[in-house]
């Protein structure tokens, strides 16, 4: 099932390169042949959050055009415009969405019926949709978004307020509090984000800053274009009091940090490195996969987390350059080699930890062995060492300490039993192979064993699947 959906996954990016630009012939077609289609699925079947992503088309972009109120009972409002193409004949099709209020919805420039039901908006439009063909859907909507409950007790998912407007951290699910989407990781698109503030607010979101026009009763509209496929839980969008700060990556991409005031000092020393954490990146992963960089600094003492949404990673509260390199491990492990099923996470979580030792251990303050052996000093009888880290089996398993810490121990053991040279190899020869692509973890030991020309599995039985505490460090 899963390798069925990376096919799918493969061959829409292959059909929206080729076609891209070109549809008229398409269209056409769609539009003089009466055609009879079924609803997509309202859900892609992940095995921990079957009900989210929707099936049936394949979202290529997000035109995002909000206003922001953070004092208003509508603290957001606006369009969204979704440029989709159908992967089977459509007679209607789902998008997930949180709560707020739709107001209308059109498909193709005609008004198409909806409806709710928990998290699915059902949007049935008035002639069925070609397969192949390329259609827009605008979404008119307003409300107070309401964040999620995070799957770690306290935490938080999606639009989270902060005492000058708000931010979004949309892992797993949050991105459906604030605009519809195809919620899954199977359907990234590249977004355009214009939001309208009041006047000494900013609104910021990713990829690159286009600029900003005042717009009606002093309000401010800035704008953003995001031209990378991202995933829905890495595009975010924040509303505060920010300044921006811009600056060049060494091989020339653009960086924008938004920093709340109230962090403007403590953050210099970690924003100062955003460059070099690239650069050491790229030389360790291989090319940077985006086209933006920087990071929000957002003032929510409250929040412990952060996140890596799509080249300007957002932050509670100033982070360590150590917390820095981890978001940005994950532009190569997570945005953009992608895991295909959530119990995989995995693929994220192991990577961007064991990448925030090794960037310790280039800046000299703890090695990757320190940091080992620091975790494998956690006593066998804790329950740190009880859930599978390769496969967690809920939701609450997912962003747990044993996906992160013995995660990172098996690439610690598989870099051991390589060497440097080796790891550093398959590391850029699995972002390449995956570059913009789902995988699951058995490509990634087949990987490890093929280039290697050792039997790594082992490591992974032991380390990765293995249950307890292993008895050698
Ligand atoms: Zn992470």
């Not at 040279?421 to 972002?431: E, P, R």
Request: glycine letters at 10%; aromatic letters at 10%.
């Amino acid at each position: 099932m899963l390798e069925r959906r990376e096919l799918l996954i493969s061959m829409a990016v292959v059909a929206v390169v080729t076609t891209s630009g070109c549809s008229p012939l398409a269209a056409d077609a769609a539009a003089q042949a009466p055609v009879r289609g079924t609803p997509g699925s309202a859900g892609v079947g992940d095995s921990i959050f079957p009900g989210a992503g929707n099936g049936g088309y394949d979202v290529a972009h997000y035109a995002l055009d909000l206003t922001v109120e953070p004092k208003s009972r509508a603290a957001l409002s606006g369009t969204s415009t979704i440029t989709a193409k159908a992967t089977q004949n459509l007679s209607r099709f789902n998008l997930d969405l949180s709560r707020l209020t739709v107001e209308r919805v059109e498909v193709d420039g005609t008004t198409a019926k909806f409806s709710r039901k928990g998290n699915e908006l059902t949007i049935t439009p008035s002639n069925p949709i070609a397969k192949g063909a390329k259609f827009a859907t605008v979404i008119t909507y307003h409300g107070t978004p309401k964040v999620l409950p995070g799957l770690i007790g306290g935490s938080q998912d999606g639009w989270i307020k902060t005492d000058d407007g708000a931010f979004v951290m949309g892992e797993p699910l949050g991105a459906m509090t604030w605009h519809p989407v195809n919620n899954t990781v199977h359907d990234p698109a590249t977004y355009d984000v214009a939001v309208t503030v009041p006047a000494g607010l900013t609104g910021v979101s990713n990829g690159r800053y286009v600029g900003k026009e005042s717009a009606d009763f002093g309000r401010n509209t800035f704008r953003w274009s995001n031209r990378t496929q991202t995933i829905p839980y890495a595009a975010t969008l924040a509303v505060g009091k920010f300044t921006l700060e811009t600056g060049k990556t060494k091989a020339g991409v653009p960086i924008v940090n938004a920093v709340d005031p109230r962090h403007h000092a403590s953050s210099r020393k970690a924003l100062e490195e955003i460059p070099a954490i690239i650069a050491w990146g790229e030389k360790l992963f291989g090319p940077y996969p985006v086209d933006s960089a920087g990071a929000i600094i957002d003032h929510a003492p409250k929040i412990g987390a952060a996140l890596e949404t799509i080249g300007r990673p957002v932050y509670g509260k100033t982070p360590t350059s150590t917390v820095m390199a981890h978001e940005y491990a994950h532009q190569w492990f997570g945005n953009s080699v992608r895991f295909s099923d959530w119990s995989q996470i995995w693929l994220n979580e192991g990577f961007a930890t064991y990448a925030m030792w090794m960037w310790d251990e280039e800046r000299g303050r703890a090695t990757t062995q320190e940091w080992f052996d620091g975790v494998y000093r956690v006593p066998a009888e804790d329950k740190f060492w009880a859930p599978v880290p390769g496969k967690p089996a809920t939701g609450k398993e997912l962003f747990g300490d044993p996906v992160y810490y013995r995660g990172a121990m098996v690439l610690h053991k598989v870099r051991q039993a390589v060497g440097d040279k080796v790891f550093s190899k398959i590391l850029k020869a699995w972002t390449a192979e995956h570059r913009n692509r789902t995988a699951v973890i058995e490509q990634f030991i087949s990987l490890t064993e093929k280039m290697s020309g050792k039997p790594t599995r082992k490591i992974f039985d032991v380390w990765l699947f293995g249950k307890g505490k292993p008895k050698k460090p």
